[in-house]
């Protein structure tokens, strides 16, 4: 077990750098460009492909650091460039933990690196499980998934909402319901090859923040894939199934439902993004102050001017050391018994909301235009407070962690 540390080592810091550099000179200089475009920014994907940043082996060795510290790095400085474009670069992670949450040996090493592509024909992959009813609610999901016994196959029908990626994928990963009695424990989760009769692109979504990245709906019709497909085996859901039946029956103690394993694992991470977007606001925040003056003065030469940035930045550092901490507890098998993963997710996103606010103030009537970035950064950060569960479902998770209680 790797020991806890607030200090990266030399190999870390080099990663940082390098991740550092192409977040300043490759995203960063076009970054208003594809929020304005609200397009996928293929070209970027395919330059970070070209040095190995976009890729199934170096997301691998981040995903494996003993440490527990590779993906919180990368991820702030990725968004630190820029969130819209840091969400397309890193999007596809979500369906690759998707797989390795849930997916067979076999699985992983067929449908991850399909998910990447390589440097000369870079794809990227989508995770789907909220839908038009269902978002916090995943006991209200609605896509099926039948067995056909027969032909050994599955056959999915609905409507997913809010998928990065959506429609474009080359490979998706769709949570549907298996067996409705049970509710959010009769899910599963699902490979759709690329090419597969019966799914398309429903809307795509015009956003506030984040315009960069793809989001749509994705829609499946009557999509059959192979019983190789279901993640994890049918063997395996058939126990998994049973057991919750059982449970059911008793009052026995709640199983987590395949979304929600996803989730879990990546909501760390979602603080480490937010980390990046509240970081680049209060940077630029603070180099105005130094140089804007009023009143013959620069104006962090005030108080009420100097005491937010103080603010802005012990927010910062405070948001970062529990992204740390459930990081390395997430590596080492550490049980988030305090619902860490949560609460990291839940304090990160609310300090990006309020730290890139504070730095739009700071500049006044200039943070208000698209002539400088902080507006951008204001409202690509508030997406960190409702995607992969909303601020009011990891105090709803933290609550219920701490009392005991199935808290409504």
Not at 140 to 164: F, H, I, P
Not at 242 to 252: C, D, H, I, N, V
Not at 343 to 349: C, E, H, I, T, V
Not at 366 to 377: A, C, I, L, S
Request: hydrophobic letters at 40%; proline letters at 4%; one cysteine or more.
């Amino acid at each position: 077990m790797a020991e806890f540390s607030f200090e990266l080592d030399d190999d870390q810091k080099a990663v940082r750098d390098w991740i550092h550099g192409f977040a300043a000179d490759v995203m960063r200089p076009a970054a208003a460009e594809w929020d304005e475009r609200e397009e996928t920014p293929w070209p970027i994907i395919q330059e970070a492909a070209k040095i190995g940043l976009y890729s199934l082996d170096f997301y691998a060795q981040q995903y494996f650091d003993p440490t527990g510290l590779g993906i919180p790095m990368t991820m702030e400085e990725l968004f630190w460039g820029d969130a819209g474009i840091a969400l397309s670069i890193v999007g596809t992670g979500l369906a690759a933990v998707g797989v390795l949450a849930n997916g067979t040996e076999e699985q992983i090493g067929t449908w991850i690196p399909q998910m990447y592509g390589d440097a000369d024909d870079v794809k990227v992959a989508a995770f789907c499980s909220s839908e038009p009813d269902a978002g916090s609610d995943v006991g209200s999901m609605r896509t099926r998934a039948v067995y056909d016994e027969a032909k050994d196959e599955w056959v999915l029908n609905g409507t997913k909402t809010w998928a990065t990626n959506g429609g474009i994928a080359n490979v998706h990963v769709v949570v549907a319901v298996v067996d409705p009695d049970l509710g959010s424990k009769g899910h599963a989760s699902f490979i759709i090859p690329p090419g597969t009769p019966g799914l398309s692109q429903g809307q795509k979504f015009k956003k506030h923040g984040i315009r960069a990245s793809h989001t749509a709906e994705v829609v499946l019709d009557q999509v059959r894939v192979p019983g190789s497909c279901l993640l994890g085996g049918k063997e395996k859901l058939d126990e998994r199934l049973a057991r919750a039946r059982e449970r059911a029956k008793s009052g026995g103690e709640r199983l987590k439902n395949a979304a929600m394993a996803t989730f879990e694992a990546s909501r760390p991470a979602v603080g480490a993004m937010a980390v990046g977007t509240a970081r680049a606001a209060y940077e630029v925040a603070l180099d105005y102050a130094k140089t804007r003056e009023q009143f013959g003065r620069p104006i962090i030469d005030n108080q009420g001017v100097a005491f937010q940035l103080a603010d802005m930045r012990t927010r910062i550092d405070a948001a970062r050391l529990m992204v740390w901490r459930a990081s390395w507890m997430a590596v080492n098998g550490r049980p988030f018994e305090s619902a860490e993963g949560s609460m990291s997710k839940l304090f990160a996103s609310e300090t990006a909301k309020q730290v890139t606010a504070q730095a739009v103030q700071i500049l006044g009537g200039n943070g208000f235009t698209r002539e400088y970035p902080v507006e951008r950064m204001h409202r690509d950060a508030a997406i960190y407070t409702i995607f992969e569960g909303t601020s009011e479902i990891q105090r709803l998770v933290i609550a219920r962690t701490l009392s005991g209680v199935q808290i409504r």
